[in-house]
């Protein structure tokens, strides 16, 4: 009966998301106006106005009104062309160079629902609309952050086509770039996720027992594959299943920062505090079998923040004077932009600002994006930049 009613659910899953996206039930990305365009490049919209005019550069669509928008391609054509005119500067084209290393940042925090998806799915969709070139991890069997990017896990994603392919122990084990998917926003590639995942927790104890798979121990695993793929990527974004198993480890491993979700009450931050002293302990372990646990950086991030609850401000300052500058600065606001835009399996990024009151929308992207730009700087500076 179980069986029956998955596949029954499964099917009118596909169908409502066909009703969603139609005609081909994948999602696509919309465009984004002259202005939107020029604040993620970093130039005033009148200096985007004088190029079309001039027939300079990619071209924007003109709409019936006058209004001017750039798919995400032109904006990445721009970048491309400013970077050219400008003798390559810095500024358009901000992908890592030289010896800049593959940042690797791993969300993370075994409470259920403080925010990792939400938090990596914008991070990473952030990332990629400025420029970088971003490869999303989903490590949760519940595969939360591969449905927001428009597969549905038991029906899109097959056997072998999860992160676990390319980390497993046996002689099924396939290169990760067969692994990974573009999305349909351009710069984000995608590593889905789906109920495969939960073999790794299994089969990694055995592996360990019987030695198998000793040429490279169960915490390396999803470092080198990504390794493997590196020269593809400036940024690595991993949103990991809310508990502490090996797939969660693995990423603690393969990451070069931190971000720890927490939504700011009694219980969620107890329930931190568990999840701290374990890595903690299970970290130690990993590390003196040769490990590599240095980060550039470590954050906790406030998440569904409401600046007018009581007992949420304590919890915050509380935090603060405990972890100093390992709070991030700026919290994410809790808001029903973001929840509404997730029914339809969108982001803050996709949804477009006539579909909400202006004052919410507007609220809820600033606080997004303050939070991914204070994130975006510890990413440069971990990159040893300004
Ligand atoms: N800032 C926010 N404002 C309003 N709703 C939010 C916000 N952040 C997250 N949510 C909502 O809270 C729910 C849980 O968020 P999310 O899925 O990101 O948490 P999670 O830590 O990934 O959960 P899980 O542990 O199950 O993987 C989702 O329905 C999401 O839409
Ligand atoms: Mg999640």
């Given at each position: 009966m179980i069986g029956e009613h998955a596949r029954e659910l499964s099917a009118k899953l596909q169908a409502h998301r066909l009703q969603l996206f139609p005609p081909s039930a994948r999602k696509t990305l919309r465009k984004f106006t002259s202005g939107e365009a020029a604040r993620l490049i970093g130039v005033n919209d009148g200096y985007l106005r004088h190029l079309s005019l001039e027939g300079k550069g990619p071209q924007p669509e003109i709409g019936p009104n006058g209004r001017r928008s750039y798919t995400i391609e032109d904006i990445h054509a721009l970048r491309a062309y400013l970077a050219e005119s400008g003798k390559a500067d810095r500024r358009y084209l901000p992908r890592r160079q030289g010896d800049e290393h593959l940042q690797v940042v791993t969300v993370v925090n075994f409470k259920g629902g403080s925010g990792k998806t939400t938090t990596a799915a914008h991070l990473a969709q952030y990332l990629a609309l400025n420029g970088y070139r971003v490869l999303a991890v989903d490590l949760d069997p519940q595969a939360s952050l591969s449905a927001l990017h428009g597969y549905q896990p038991e029906f899109d994603i097959g056997e072998n086509e999860t992160l676990y392919g390319a980390i497993?122990?046996?002689?099924?084990?396939?290169?990760?770039?067969?692994?990974?998917?573009?999305?349909y926003f351009p710069g984000l590639d995608l590593v889905p996720g789906n109920i495969e995942l939960m073999e790794f927790e299994h089969e990694t104890p055995k592996a360990l027992a019987d030695g198998a798979g000793a040429e490279s121990l169960f915490f390396t695993r999803m470092d080198e594959a990504l390794a493997s793929v590196a020269d593809n990527y400036d940024v690595v974004v991993v949103d990991c299943p809310p508990q502490l198993g090996f797939l969660t480890l693995s990423a603690l491993c393969a990451a070069t920062a931190v971000l720890v979700t927490v939504h700011p009450q009694m219980l969620d931050v107890m329930s931190m505090c568990q999840f701290l002293i374990m890595t903690s302990d299970?970290?130690?372990?990993?590390?003196?079998?040769?490990?590599?646990?240095?980060?550039?950086?470590?954050?906790?991030?406030?998440?569904?923040?409401?600046?007018?609850?009581?007992?949420?401000?304590?919890?915050?300052?509380?935090?603060?004077?405990?972890?100093?500058?390992?709070?991030?600065?700026?919290?994410?606001?809790?808001?029903?932009?973001?929840?509404?835009?997730?029914?339809?399996?969108?982001?803050?990024?996709?949804?477009?600002?006539?579909?909400?009151?202006?004052?919410?929308?507007?609220?809820?992207?600033?606080?997004?994006n303050n939070v991914n730009s204070e994130i975006e700087g510890l990413i440069r500076k971990a990159w040893g930049r300004a």
């Open positions: 497993r122990y046996d002689g099924e084990r396939r290169p990760l770039a067969e692994i990974i998917r573009p999305t299970l970290l130690s372990v990993v590390a003196e079998a040769g490990g590599n646990m240095r980060y550039d950086w470590m954050r906790y991030l406030i998440t569904r923040y409401e600046p007018g609850d009581g007992p949420q401000n304590q919890m915050v300052s509380f935090m603060r004077s405990m972890f100093g500058e390992h709070v991030l600065n700026f919290p994410m606001l809790k808001s029903t932009a973001i929840a509404d835009a997730g029914i339809t399996k969108q982001t803050l990024y996709e949804v477009s600002r006539e579909q909400f009151t202006r004052a919410t929308y507007d609220r809820a992207l600033e606080a997004m």
